[in-house]
């Protein structure tokens, strides 16, 4: 990764000797000064709605030594990341109403970085964090409250528009043979439902569920199996679903993407669920036969394999996917193809 960052003079001690500038060969521009004081990325104030939002964009370069400022503003609430002074002290986060109440709220001591917050429908808000290993969390704060409420181990999230749900991809060592495997589940998290209710299943020890178990949090919508309403685990470990590229719809009604299981790809459409009573619905479109995107392909040494380099892109075309697939290496393959909502077969057909 490229990394960018700026030395700049500094006026107040430009009566001091020049430090020498260095040249480096990874896109790194440097100017002189004595007191040198490296940026290595900041985060991006964007609007969202009425809100001024600070982030860390995804695929910035992660830092946990020099947490950025991130941030969530709008007229009626006020999110801040409160940065510790030192790294044995956790994450803070300081909420303010435009009532005038405020709370500061502590979040897990083993957060590394925060990437986001956003506020969410039901005067919640998400807070996403990473570690830098493809690893990360996120947890849910209840802003009337002043508490938080949930709190969420996962490989990776992708947010809906709306921010109402949290589409991840769940890793816990319970769903694995052993910690070194991470099979990859897939599940959504309500936001206007409570954590009790954004469960997929409760602990035997726990008959008046009061307690929320990390491994079962949120509804699983794949792999899933007809009329699936809790927890499962694929009985094959050793064919991890390979999921890729995803695709929320504006409305936020539906998340689209690529799945390659043995080495057939799929495209999985979850559909999300109106009221808090409904629930999620998969439905699955494979490309076989004549449509097979993944026959021929091979990586560069030209070993048969199927992967993200095959799919360019999903996207939205009305009530259609439009996706583009391309072979990088073996049998040459440039296909685009719209595949009506209606062509999806839900899941048990």
């Not at 290595?40 to 009425?50: A, E, L, N, P, Q």
């Not at 039901?122 to 209840?142: M, N, P, Q, T």
């Not at 921010?163 to 495997?181: H, I």
């Not at 697939?325 to 685009?336: I, M, N, S, Y």
Request: negative net charge; hydrophobic residues 40%.
């Amino acid at each position: 990764m490229a990394i960018f960052g700026v030395i700049e003079k500094n006026s107040k001690t430009s009566a001091l000797p020049l430090v020498s500038c260095l040249v480096l060969t990874f896109a790194l521009t440097l100017h002189c000064q004595s007191a040198i004081d490296l940026k290595v990325g900041d985060s991006k104030v964007k609007r969202i709605g009425t809100a001024e939002v600070r982030l860390i964009e995804r695929g910035s370069l992660f830092d946990p030594e020099h947490q950025r400022e991130v941030y969530w503003h709008d007229p009626d609430w006020k999110i801040d990341l409160v940065i510790p002074s030192s790294k044995d002290k956790a994450y803070k986060v300081s909420i303010r109403s435009n009532s005038g109440t405020a709370s500061t709220i502590e979040l897990p001591g083993n957060y590394e970085q925060i990437n986001q917050i956003l506020r969410s429908p039901g005067a919640k808000a998400i807070v996403e964090e990473e570690d830098g290993e493809a690893l990360g969390d996120f947890s849910v704060i209840d802003l009337k409250e002043g508490k938080l409420i949930a709190h969420v181990p996962v490989a990776f999230t992708e947010i809906s528009p709306d921010r109402r749900f949290v589409f991840f991809q769940r890793w816990v060592a319970r769903f694995a043979r052993d910690n070194d495997e991470n099979e990859n589940l897939f599940a959504v998290y309500d936001l206007l439902k409570s954590p009790q209710e954004n469960v997929c299943a409760y602990d035997r020890k726990d008959p008046r569920h009061e307690h929320l178990e990390l491994a079962l949090q949120g509804f699983q919508v794949y792999p899933q199996k007809p009329g699936q309403t809790d927890c499962t685990v694929p009985d094959d470990f050793t064919d991890d679903n390979e999921a890729l590229k995803f695709s929320w719809a504006a409305d936020s009604s539906k998340i689209v993407f690529a799945d390659v299981k043995s080495g057939v790809m799929s495209l999985v459409l979850v559909t999300m669920p109106v009221g808090t009573k409904d629930l999620p619905k998969t439905s699955i479109y494979t490309l076989k036969g004549a449509e097979d995107v993944c026959a021929g392909a091979t990586d560069a040494a030209g070993e048969k394999n199927c992967d993200y380099h095959v799919i360019q892109s999903v996207g939205w075309e009305g009530d259609a996917i439009k996706v583009v697939f391309h072979h990088q290496f073996g049998t040459k393959l440039d296909l685009e193809k719209t595949i009506p909502l209606s062509k999806f077969v839900p899941v048990g057909k």
